[in-house]
């Protein structure tokens, strides 16, 4: 059976979502949500929606899927395990450090990985059920045949998004938000940099990274048909309306009965000019775009035709109520409709497409082009699926007997309980009748309940007060709750962090994809160099030709493997024969291949380690830390793990990763038929302020995105030495390869001198900083994330 899964923001969104057929619900607390502008949860709400959600026999998982630093870990697991001793079906995580802490101190917590994982092949998901992962959701770039290959060859469970807006970088590899603002996507606060307005290459102005939203209405039976387990849709920063509105729709789609209306209704309710299927069906070229405008665009209502004073005529191309909301096509200007005047003048309710008719709208003008961005009565009906009187509730049972002993109130639902109370008097007058007693249990109001029967066993001449009767249902119906709630044994949790001993002088690590730079890299004093990683098309050679080199020079694999993964596992195999012993992983699927193989393995930054137990979740050399902590927070860190640890101090830092080309799209190409117009050269995005992000694309036509600033951290020896790191890291892209060579030597210098107490510069260093001086940053070293 195929799960329907809703978001939810708040209490009203989740009402909504269960009410229009959802299965289950995935909410946000206050603390650790990867939607932190989102209404959330607090603790006692958390408790009042299991019990809500328990009570329609819903699920509900709660989201802990941001990165946990190490004053954070303790009171994240604490908080784990107050929602699964309070019945929370599930916990959706991203960190493999609290992966880790979870299994060990709260074993029988189901656990889901989540998108931000970037988790996109079978490797990846297989390897996760290894670790306890019951179930994974899938990156959003993947195509259907690659979702159902997933389904039909593991035992974990898949889940899939359907509906709801896409981020255009996998998620979890995305720092585009967190670099240029502070406010890191995988804390679950970002500013979403993507739906700004960009140039390629100097060009126009577009919204260049902004997708349509995912539409899969038409489409829902091939995913059941391959294998998809839970079916998602995103939106916890959605109004109930709208999660009402989508809800109701795929319900109806998966039981077979969707309708026209249910398709214009999921349309008018909030699109960005339209819908995509996205990676789906392969539509990742211009038509997954919302190059015009990245908020909702609602409907086309119509183009001004004349104005007088501050009103507008307009031939409407949609029906117009009193309550729908206006807005300019592109502008952001909009205006609610509170009259409409016929052709005639007459002011009227509605008009129907076809109409002419007059509104009040001051700054509109003839020729702008108007859409619904708002639909009166789309929203109320929306608000009557979960608020209105004939709203959806539990079916019971109820048998009650009074004695003159007392009286008891059995209740059979979702479970069968008991609840016995005294009170019971002789009448003196006039005793209770039955039908009084029906009266007072019925009247169960703002539950999840309605009694569909209740039998009256009743002994003559009793009164009972009607103060009894509500008593003795409330205590039934809350029992009745508490059951359903499902609550669990206390649990204490316990970490421990390690303690590092002092380390011998760093060693330098390049990493490239370049055989120029690797060996001008070598040649002035790298002590390791990681070769190739993302094919990218600029780069050049091949390891092979480092094999002379092989006591330094190692295997990269990237972040992201999808089609290619039997072509790197055969190369890691051919490698690994050639003598070569080590390799830097940036995948959570092939580093089990590699550690299968023999490897000695080193995770690299798209793990995202972010905290102390992450790096002793898997077996690995050493871990690249994230480039989203500060200077304290690394240090702490790195005092707090005996693996090696790899600091990033020189290069462009990759922003994000894209199965989308904005490069082709741009010019209107899809993958399908795009003549490789990256012509293998560097392209750049240049945002608002004139700052040029770096393109960079790969033989499998995904785009890398690169900060326009280059992280050099000369200036700062002395405090990149106090870390006590095992390996400093320096990334090379397209920088000139003798450049490259003298960089590597600066570093080596001002390491080898730094570690004895001098931290001056060499002139060398101070050259690089002089020529570099505009486009220097320091990343998160000194500011850090939220």
């Known amino acids: 059976m195929v799960e329907l899964l809703a978001p939810a923001g708040d209490f009203e969104s989740l009402k909504a979502a269960i009410l229009n057929g959802a299965d289950a619900v995935y909410i946000g607390g206050k603390e650790f949500s990867a939607r932190q502008y989102a209404g959330n949860f607090d603790r006692e709400e958390i408790i009042e929606s299991v019990r809500f959600c328990h009570a329609y026999g819903t699920k509900v998982y709660v989201t802990l899927n941001t990165l946990l630093k190490n004053n954070e870990i303790e009171r994240a697991l604490e908080y784990a395990a107050f929602l699964y001793q309070n019945g929370v079906d599930a916990l959706i995580i991203q960190d493999i450090g609290l992966l880790k802490?979870?299994?060990?101190?709260?074993?029988h917590f189901e656990i889901h990985a989540s998108t931000q994982m970037t988790v996109h092949n079978l490797e990846g998901v297989n390897f996760l059920y290894s670790q306890g992962i019951k179930r994974v959701v899938l990156a959003r770039e993947l195509s259907l045949n690659e979702i159902e290959y997933i389904c039909k060859n593991t035992e974990a469970e898949i889940e899939t998004f359907i509906h709801g807006a896409l981020c255009i970088s996998f998620s979890g590899q995305c720092l585009f938000s967190s670099i240029i603002g502070g406010r890191s996507g995988n804390r679950g606060r970002c500013a979403q940099p993507c739906r700004m307005q960009y140039s390629l290459d100097d060009g126009y102005k577009k919204y260049i990274l902004s997708p349509k939203d995912l539409w899969t209405l038409e489409h829902i039976e091939k995913l059941i048909r391959a294998g998809v387990k839970s079916l998602k849709i995103e939106g916890r920063m959605k109004r109930p309306e709208y999660v009402a509105t989508v809800v109701r729709a795929y319900r109806r789609a998966i039981d077979g009965i969707l309708t026209q209306e249910d398709k214009e209704d999921a349309i008018k309710i909030f699109n960005r000019g339209g819908f995509t299927t996205a990676y789906l069906f392969?539509?990742?070229?211009?038509?997954?775009?919302?190059?015009?405008?990245?908020?909702?665009?609602?409907?086309?209502?119509?183009?001004?035709i004349e104005k007088k004073g501050k009103f507008v005529q307009i031939k409407l191309e949609d029906e117009l109520n009193l309550g729908d909301g206006l807005e300019i096509f592109g502008k952001g200007i909009g205006v609610p409709v509170n009259t409409i005047y016929d052709k005639d003048g007459r002011e009227i309710q509605k008009a129907k497409k076809g109409d002419i008719v007059k509104i009040?709208?001051?700054?509109?003008?003839?020729?702008?082009?108007?859409?619904k961005t708002q639909d009166a009565e789309l929203i109320k009906r929306a608000r009557e699926?979960?608020?209105?009187?004939?709203?959806?509730?539990?079916?019971?049972?109820?048998?009650?007997?009074?004695?003159?002993?007392?009286?008891?109130?059995e209740v059979i639902g979702p479970k069968r309980i008991k609840i016995s109370l005294d009170g019971v008097e002789i009448a003196k007058t006039k005793p209770t009748t039955k039908e009084r007693i029906i009266e007072a249990l019925s009247k169960t109001k703002d539950?999840?309940?309605?009694?569909?029967?209740?039998?009256v066993e009743l002994e003559d001449n009793l009164m009972i007060p009607i103060s009894k009767l509500n008593e003795i249902r409330r205590r039934a119906i809350e029992k009745l709750l508490d059951e359903l709630q499902e609550k669990r044994e206390d649990i204490k949790v316990n970490i421990n962090f390690e303690k590092r001993e002092k380390v011998k002088e760093p060693k330098i690590i390049v990493k490239t994809g370049r055989i120029d730079i690797a060996k001008e890299a070598l040649k002035n004093g790298a002590d390791m160099v990681f070769f190739g990683g993302d094919r990218l098309r600029i780069n050049e050679g091949d390891i092979v030709d480092l094999l002379e080199y092989k006591d330094k020079v190692y295997p990269h694999f990237p972040e992201i493997i999808i089609e290619e993964f039997d072509y790197y596992k055969e190369r890691a195999i051919k490698l690994k024969d050639l003598g070569f012993t080590k390799a830097l992983c940036g995948n959570i699927g092939f580093y089990n291949t590699l550690l299968n193989l023999g490897y000695d393995v080193y995770l690299d930054k798209g793990f995202n380690i972010l905290n102390s137990f992450c790096p002793d979740t898997f077996e690995n050399e050493g871990v690249y830390l994230s480039q989203e902590l500060n200077l304290l927070e690394l240090k702490d860190l790195i005092s707090k793990t005996n693996k090696d640890t790899i600091v990033f101090v020189y290069g462009r830092t990759r922003m994000m990763v894209s199965r989308h080309c904005p490069i082709g799209s741009e010019k209107g190409y899809s993958k399908l038929n795009c003549p490789k117009v990256c012509e293998d050269k560097i392209h750049y995005l240049k945002d608002r302020m004139g700052e040029k992000f770096l393109i960079a694309t790969d033989l499998y036509c995904r785009s890398h995105i690169f900060n326009s600033k280059i992280t050099i951290m000369l200036e700062h020896i002395k405090d990149l030495v106090s870390l006590n790191s095992s390996f400093w890291v320096m990334e090379f892209l397209d920088e000139d390869a003798k450049f490259s060579g003298e960089v590597v030597k600066a570093y080596k210098d001002a390491l080898t001198r730094g570690h004895k107490g001098d931290?001056?510069?060499?002139?060398?260093?101070?050259?690089i900083l002089e020529e570099n001086k505009n486009k220097i940053t320091k990343g998160h070293f000194y500011r850090g994330i939220l």
């Open 385 to 409: 699926s979960f608020e209105g009187k004939e709203t959806k509730k539990v079916p019971l049972i109820g048998r009650f007997n009074a004695t003159k002993d007392g009286m008891e109130l």
């Open 282 to 304: 392969d539509e990742n070229g211009p038509k997954m775009m919302s190059y015009e405008n990245p908020k909702n665009w609602g409907v086309l209502l119509g183009k001004v």
């Open 447 to 455: 539950t999840p309940f309605f009694f569909k029967n209740i039998e």
């Open 759 to 767: 931290f001056s510069l060499s002139n060398e260093a101070k050259k």
């Open 360 to 371: 009040y709208f001051e700054n509109a003008k003839v020729g702008d082009i108007l859409y």
């Open 101 to 107: 802490l979870l299994r060990e101190n709260i074993k």
